[in-house]
């Protein structure tokens, strides 16, 4: 069946630290891949999506991806994190042409001052 | 611009009763998923609209019916409320086969 692993379900860090949150997908065909944020309160919104073309995407808010796919992963970085970087970061792959989401579990990222 | 719409924002139901979730797209967009969000989970595909018909389905059992009217907006339906359908309910928009998908900030679902 296909799955999406987050490796991490808690990330906590002191601000200006990197980030690096893992992602690994199971299925071996065309992928679209995608990492959204749910900020406290708030809808899950778009941070960076990958389609083809540079593995190395970015998003907003400083974010970047890489996808390797011999490796099936799509890892999320952040070179100096922020307090307001305090979220639910999700990794998302699409594997058909409708548009379905397998997300995967979450990970908590908490940012200290 | 409005982005997805979703209504009520918050919902408590009695186990046996049944709920129906609102949901409006973003403006121009003409198809609309649906997702269940369990606490601390990630959301799970219920199904998706598209031309007013259910085009394609996550593993919901058949207490899970949804609707999508003619200016695109979708109704999710589920009937028999058991205790574990307590969750975030999430819809999502997007222009026909389009990857990407716009979400509403969700209908919380609490079932007693």
């Known amino acids: 069946a296909q799955s999406v692993s987050q490796h991490n379900h808690h990330v906590i860090l002191s601000e200006a630290a990197s980030l690096e949150l893992g992602c690994n997908y199971s299925?071996?065909?065309?992928?679209?891949l995608f990492w959204y944020v749910q900020y406290p309160g708030q809808h899950l919104q778009l941070l960076l999506k990958y389609f083809s073309g540079d593995p190395l995407v970015k998003g907003i808010k400083g974010f970047e991806a890489e996808f390797i796919k011999s490796k099936f992963s799509f890892n999320l970085r952040k070179p100096s994190v922020q307090w307001s970087d305090t979220a639910e970061y999700f990794c998302a792959v699409i594997t058909d042409s409708w548009g379905k989401f397998q997300f995967g579990a979450g990970t908590q990222v908490v940012v200290t001052p | 611009d409005a982005g997805v719409t979703q209504s009520p924002t918050h919902l408590i139901k009695t186990r046996g009763q049944q709920v129906t979730l609102r949901c409006s797209p973003k403006s121009g967009h003409d198809t609309v998923s649906w997702y269940q969000q369990a606490l601390g989970q990630g959301p799970q595909f219920i199904f998706q609209y598209y031309e007013e018909e259910e085009r394609q389905r996550g593993n919901f059992p058949d207490r899970f019916s949804g609707h999508q009217f003619p200016n695109y907006s979708s109704e999710l339906n589920v009937n028999a409320l058991l205790l574990g359908d307590s969750a975030l309910y999430l819809c999502?928009?997007?222009?026909?086969?389009?990857?990407?998908?716009?979400f509403g900030p969700g209908t919380r679902l609490t079932v007693t």
């Open positions: 999502a928009s997007s222009q026909g086969t389009a990857p990407e998908q716009y």
């Open positions: 299925y071996g065909g065309t992928v679209n």
